[in-house]
């Protein structure tokens, strides 16, 4: 029987690029505590030599509340004169209002600020295994129950985007600025929010397997097994929007349906199966192949941000119409926010659809490994991943307008315009603005690599482990619950590198016994002092080099007219050539050596072009056609490197040193051009780099007395 409790309560605070007035990024410079406590119990009974049972629960809290730097101070409406930004009957919407800059800064307290958030996770779990011949069997299940409490909103004290459309040439759609913009305080799409308080949500899983390891030939062992996972969807105060009846689906109030009305997924068998064959004395050959089910994602956002709790006010302006006076920043928002309404809806909602799919990730490999002379084993390894039905985590918008056109977000009369026209729901809902998808199955990934790797087994003071891979991973899924997709409805012609797109990796670590003291080859008669300073010293390191990210080339603000989360610009030459347009580089992009890749200019911005008008329309542009992760950040190489020794004080105690150097030779490896997986190429400094992958060299001293 075991029990254990375990208890962290850190308390942080991280300004933006800007300070803490100021802000300087959309996500997430904050002043947060947070508490995290875990106990657990268990009980094992061998029941007999053959039969083993294993019984264990547990129970998890975490509780975090992040503010923002200015939450308690209405700057925004009474510094910066935004009318009704800060609310007195909302205090979580004091601070500074957020206002974003194409190709600046941006300006304000962070997005998605206050976060309450509350979580209880209960578990039990039991596992029962008997050996009878050849068969090693395993029987388990495991019932997992989630409370959450939580608050958080997008833009509780309002939020404003300038992205240059108002000041561009309308002929080139080239040549806006989003500081100018700013200056005639005409933004393109504002917003602002407001929840009902904490609201809660409750979900629960369960898995049940079977397994046996069975010893067909005293060198041949499969491993067969199945698993069953069954995985409920939001319960508690919850709303789904239903794609079909476009109203939002309560779990809670009149009308309600448990779990909003969307259904479980009842199809999540996994088998697996695997082998071990020792096909000669020193040669192993292994394979195996499972399928597996992911409901993570992000934990944090969930149904609960749907009306009638949460009410939202969101414009998106057509560019191609005269600003209204309504439009303008000093204006402000109105004084009182529309009641949230789940049938005549306005403001986003979000949706599941009708059943929450869980993730599908099947995964195989083949790996043939082989030990030579006598501390040497050598392996070549092929392993391979096929995900689909991934979550898009509101990476789109499924009230985008279907068809580019001008009329969008204004109508056919431009001195009377109309925000949602054209959306897609338009029609059953006029004043709705984004269908943000949410565990919505619509992504995949595909990753294939070979991987070799030898070893030394440590044997006369010497052991290394080198490790090379070459893989390919290409989809439309940026990680678990992201992705760029330009028309909501063709995700499927997204594809190309997507996170983690590491071509090349190649690693060695390594531990040396220096040949010096007692029982090694060098002055081993040494002791006392001499022994205690030049005997028994290690030297060990790991050497890390691998190839560069793959990085997905935007534009600044959607010309396609169409809301359009991911736009795109035409690829019309090779950005990683130099030797052409060497004049606009200067010009136009701020390179100051054109004609060479430089940390201003990782790629020739040049080699992109905005997209010609779409068929029939003025200002409206097609959808462009680069694919995502078509550019590369820096290749990354790292030293790190310990210097340790054992100083022996008595038989049962000792004092370990440690001297350990982080990138050791200091080398600057770069990050990703824009900072991130995005970046845009149509902004002046769009392909700069301006931050590093590592550290610096960091060097740390340890002690560690053991007795």
């Not at 041949?220 to 969807?233: A, C, D, E, H, M």
């Not at 959306?423 to 070979?450: G, H, I, K, S």
């Not at 035409?570 to 030797?579: C, K, M």
Request: glycine residues 10%; hydrophobic residues 35%.
């Amino acid at each position: 029987m075991f029990a254990s409790y375990s208890f962290g309560d850190v308390r942080s605070q991280r300004p933006g690029p800007l300070g803490p007035l100021w802000g300087g990024s959309d996500c997430c410079p904050s002043a947060s505590n947070s508490r995290a406590q875990h106990f657990g119990l268990g009980f094992t009974h061998t029941f007999s030599p053959h039969l083993l049972n294993d019984l264990h629960g547990g129970y998890f809290r975490y509780a975090i509340n992040a503010l923002p730097f200015n939450f308690g101070n209405s700057i925004g409406s009474d510094q910066l004169g935004i009318p009704n930004a800060n609310r007195t009957t909302d205090p979580n919407s004091t601070g500074l209002t957020n206002i974003d800059i194409a190709g600046f800064t941006p300006l304000g307290d962070s997005l998605f600020l206050p976060e309450h958030a509350f979580e209880n996770i209960f578990q039990i779990a039991d596992t029962l295994t008997w050996i009878r011949g050849r068969h090693s069997l395993k029987f388990g299940i495991d019932f997992r129950r989630q409370q959450r409490n939580f608050y958080q909103v997008t833009a509780p004290r309002g939020f404003f985007d300038f992205g240059g459309v108002y000041t561009n040439d309308l002929s080139t759609a080239n040549g806006g600025n989003g500081l100018a913009d700013l200056l005639l305080g005409i933004p393109d799409a504002n917003e602002q929010d407001f929840l009902q308080g904490l609201y809660p949500t409750r979900y629960w899983d369960l898995g049940a397997f079977v397994q046996d390891d069975f010893r067909i030939l005293p060198n041949l062992t499969i491993n067969l097994g199945v698993r069953y996972n069954i995985t409920s969807p939001a319960n508690g105060r919850v709303g789904n929007f239903d794609l079909n009846r476009a109203i939002v689906v309560t779990s809670y109030g009149q009308k309600s349906v448990s779990h909003a009305g969307v259904q479980f997924d009842k199809n999540d068998w996994a088998p697996r199966i695997g082998l071990a064959w020792s096909v000669q004395r020193n040669t192993v050959v292994r394979s195996a192949f499972g399928m597996f089910y992911s409901s993570e994602a992000n934990i944090f956002d969930d149904l609960g941000l749907n009306p009638p709790q949460l009410t939202f006010l969101a414009n998106n302006y057509n560019s191609g119409a005269l600003p209204s006076n309504g439009q303008l920043i000093s204006t402000g928002f109105p004084t009182t926010l529309p009641v949230g309404d789940a049938v005549n809806i306005s403001g986003p909602v979000k949706t599941t659809g009708p059943k929450r799919i869980i993730p599908r990730i099947m995964e195989w490999n083949l790996s043939v490994q082989r030990q030579f002379k006598d501390n040497f084993v050598a392996q070549i390894a092929y392993v391979g991943t096929r995900a689909y039905h991934l979550w898009n985590h509101e990476a789109s918008d499924l009230n985008q307008p279907p068809q580019i056109l001008d009329t969008n977000f204004c109508g056919p009369d431009p001195s009377n315009c109309i925000s949602n026209f054209g959306r897609r729901y338009f029609n059953q809902q006029p004043n709705m603005t984004a269908v943000l998808p949410l565990d919505y199955p619509q992504l995949e990934m595909f990753y294939n690599a070979f991987q070799a790797s030898l070893n030394k087994r440590f044997a006369n003071g010497f052991n290394f482990l080198a490790a090379y891979t070459f893989a390919k991973n290409l989809g439309n899924a940026d990680g678990n619950t992201g992705g760029f997709i330009q028309d909501s409805y063709r995700a499927d012609l997204e594809h190309g590198p997507v996170v983690p797109d590491l071509r090349h990796r190649f690693t060695i670590s390594y531990l040396y016994e220096l040949p010096f003291g007692p029982g090694r080859p060098f002055l081993s008669d040494m002791g006392g002092i001499a022994d205690a300073v030049f005997g028994g010293w290690q030297v060990a390191g790991i050497t890390s080099l691998q190839s560069g990210e793959a990085v997905t080339g935007v534009l600044s603000s959607d010309l396609s007219n169409t809301g359009s989360f991911s736009y795109r610009p035409d690829q019309i030459a090779n950005p990683n050539d130099f030797s052409f347009n060497t004049g606009s580089q200067a010009t136009d992009f701020g390179c100051t050596n054109p004609g060479h890749q430089t940390l201003d200019c990782w790629y020739n911005q040049a080699a992109f072009a905005v997209p010609a008008l779409a068929p029939g329309q003025q200002s409206a542009h097609s959808f462009g056609n680069s694919r995502i992760g078509n550019l590369r950040g820096p290749d990354l190489v790292d030293f790190d490197l310990v210097l340790q020794k054992n100083f022996k004080i008595r038989e049962s105690q000792q004092v370990e040193f440690r001297a350990e150097f982080f990138n050791i030779f200091n080398h600057p490896n770069f990050g990703l051009p824009g900072g991130g997986s995005a970046v845009p190429v149509d902004v002046p400094g769009g392909a700069s780099i301006t931050n590093t992958a590592t550290d610096n060299r960091q060097i740390e001293f340890a002690l560690k007395y053991t007795f």
